[in-house]
């Protein structure tokens, strides 16, 4: 009777989609957390937050509504079209802090050691500037083998980047993947027609992204620390 009762109580939802989290994953987060934990949001304004998204053609992850009469629902405006494979995509690299967003670059092909550190090199650093860092900042990228290759390693090195020791499976922890998430909103008001238009919209919607937002993003970096704590590493809220 009881195990009835249970189930009964049991409702229905769409699974959230969040990254697989070993024992190893958990430890990691945890541990950050940890070296984290008296950090507020003052010193989590003081990182350059990085990330490369790939936005496609037809942003398909998720249900579009719409409002028609009855029997229009087939109409032309009424539909998502649907294209194989997304109808094609670009990478794109960008950076954010909580001064709002910086440099935006497009990633060409597969994204080496090499090309990460002329991203660095041209893109990372130059946006440290722009947003006000001087010499003076953290850098966090996430653990991508480009990211963490000997080469780059090397070249950190020689130019005396700060760089937060970064858990793995950890987007919930990074303000940038929120960023990321309102341009992909962004960008399903739009419908591009060919991947430039797609290239000009998210360049559009990145430049003119609301501070506020950044404001907001980073100032909860504290609450994110405390909520892997809370977990022991596991799932969070954000």
Known sequence: MDHLSGTAELHGYVAKKKPLLTPCHRELRLRFARE????????????????????????TDSPTFVRCRHGETLHQDCVAPTVKYGGGGIMMWGAMSYNGTAFLTKVKGHLNGAGYINILENSAIPSAHL???????????????????????????ENNLRCLSWPPQSPDLNPIENVWRDVKLGLKQLREQNLQELEDNVCNIWNNFPIRKCHSYIRSMPRRVQAVMDARGGYTKY
Do not use: M, Y
């Open 131 to 157: 947003l006000g860092f001087g010499d003076n900042f953290w850098i966090q990228d996430d653990g991508a083998p480009c990211h963490r290759s000997r080469l780059v390693a090397e070249w950190k090195a």
């Open 36 to 59: 984290h934990l008296n950090w507020t949001w003052l010193d989590f304004a003081n990182v350059l937050w990085t990330d490369e998204s790939r936005l496609t053609l037809f942003q």
